[in-house]
């Protein structure tokens, strides 16, 4: 299948750093951390701290790195960018000229998909909890709307009789996932095995209520059924369960045709999808090393998994979507911040930052690691153990216990892999701004994002005249 793009895809050629980090993040010739061609220092007194950074070369390059694999394994393959990892405008402009289409969660994320231009065809709606005018926006632009609820269906018809179109729909599975009753993996969702966290967290119709949502479907003319949908999510790091999540889709389509008459024509296996680091990165502190499944890894085991069941049931090959976030985001970015005060206590030696777990949310979350160097002589040995915090009046910790060179106030130090579910899920406690993110190519960086200012803060607060007069009238 050819993806059509629109603007420019550019050739990409990997950077020979000195340390690679990734393909386009290593330390340059001056020893200093650098993304793409531009030092990373001089980013940061450029446009200051707390900022992300991302290089949209790294990030063409590992999404065409995770289609190619899907593609040399499975006939048909589209890729659906999950733009809840990062759903900056100028990312998804990247991610349309290279062809990807896009899972949007709620109205806002499909707003802005559609504003970037994105192919609505290429587009689908998911979530538990649809309002009508997210529905109406899907149907009248032409997106693929994913069925979440049992009144769903007739929302749906509704709006596209009222409208006068037909509206693609697919339906969100609860899949048994039996033989994950005992694998164990991250607990992303609360304690449990990964088919116990499934069980309990993951929404979707069952087998009997999908097999009545088609039924009533086929009666509507205005209801195309066009696939059927399910999210594993970050639960494991082992691709063979990701094989076995995929096997099953394709055994739902079996019950489906014997149920109903109708085949799934496309299934869409969703996200969660991780990757390794030799210096390790992800959940419960460098779980995802250079050990971690790569993405011909999961393509290669997927693929088998689901034209082995196709070929038991007799059925033919779907098409194939899948929704990849943090593992074509994530590697993408750095975030920076600048060391302030350094506290030497009698068991502990607290390096303070200006970026904080409003800006990695995560490492305080679902502990997650994120792989930090010093942004100026970045290859340096690291002589002592230090925790690196934020300002926040929490503990704050953005990495603790990591070993670093000596830092002073003033220097700076970057947090790799920071490039998905960092701005987009960035709070304001203790009403810190919002940081700017800056996109590099080449030795070009431009700001995609602004700096929060403290006006965009105070404008969303409202005083009642009464307060106000009790505050400033004087008897």
């Known amino acids: 299948m050819k993806e059509k793009t629109s603007g ?32 990373v220092q001089e980013l940061a007194e450029t446009f200051g701290t707390p900022l992300y950074i991302i290089s949209e070369n790294q990030l063409r390059y590992t999404y065409r790195a995770f289609r190619d694999a899907f593609r040399r394994h499975y006939p048909d393959v589209e890729i659906l960018f999950a733009n809840k990892s990062n759903n900056g405008l100028a990312i998804r402009h990247i991610m ?16 802005m998909a559609l504003l970037a231009g994105t192919d609505a065809r290429t587009l689908v709606l998911n979530g538990s909890n649809k309002q009508d005018e997210e529905l109406e926006m899907a149907i009248a632009n032409g997106l693929c709307v994913n069925i979440d609820a049992m009144d769903e269906l007739d929302r749906i018809a509704a709006i596209a009789d009222q409208l006068g ?27 449990g095995t990964l088919k116990q966290q499934s069980d309990s967290t993951k929404w979707g119709m069952t087998r009997e209520q999908t097999a009545e949502i088609v039924k009533r479907a086929l009666t509507m003319p205005r209801i195309k059924l066009k696939e059927t949908h399910f999210h594993l999510s970050r639960m494991s790091n082992d691709a063979a369960d990701f094989a076995v999540m995929a096997k099953e889709m394709i055994t ?44 011909e890894d999961y393509a290669r085991l997927c693929a088998a998994a689901i034209k082995e069941e196709a070929a038991r049931l007799g059925l033919p090959l779907p098409k194939l979507r899948l929704e990849p976030g943090r593992a074509l985001s994530g590697p993408s970015g750095v975030a920076v911040g600048r060391v302030g005060a350094v506290k030497t206590g009698a068991t502990k030696k607290w390096v303070n930052l200006d970026l904080s777990t409003n800006h990695l949310s995560w490492s305080a979350v679902l502990d997650w690691y994120y792989h930090a160097v010093a942004v100026a002589n970045a290859e ?5 153990v230090v925790d690196l915090v934020g300002p926040l009046c929490n503990s704050d910790e953005v990495g603790s216990h990591r070993k670093m060179p000596a830092l002073q106030r003033g220097d700076y130090v970057a947090f790799l892999d920071a490039g998905g579910y960092t701005e987009s899920s960035a709070a304001r406690y203790n009403a810190q701004l919002l940081p700017a993110t800056v996109l590099v190519a080449g030795d070009k960086a431009e700001i995609t994002t602004e700096r929060e200012q403290l006006r965009d803060v105070m404008g969303r607060f409202r005083v009642p005249p009464r307060l106000l007069a009790g505050s400033f009238t004087r008897s």
């Open 8 to 39: 420019q895809a550019p050739q990409l050629t990997p950077i020979d750093y000195k340390v690679k980090f990734g393909e386009f993040i290593g330390i340059g010739p001056n020893g200093h951390l650098f993304v793409d061609g531009c030092d």
């Open 96 to 111: 349309n000229q290279e062809g990807a289409g896009g899972d949007c969660f709620g109205a806002q994320e499909m707003y």
């Open 165 to 191: 179109v037909d509206v693609d729909v697919g339906i969100r599975l609860k899949l048994d996932l039996e033989p994950l009753r005992e694998r164990k993996g991250v607990a992303m969702h609360g304690p």
């Open 252 to 295: 739902w389509s079996g019950y489906l045709r014997d149920k109903t008459g109708w085949t799934p024509p496309c299934i869409d296996i969703g996200g969660g999808w991780t990757f390794g680091k030799w210096y390790g990165t992800g959940p419960n502190s460098q779980l995802d090393d250079a050990s971690a499944p790569t993405a």
């Open 380 to 384: 340096a040995e690291g002589t002592e």
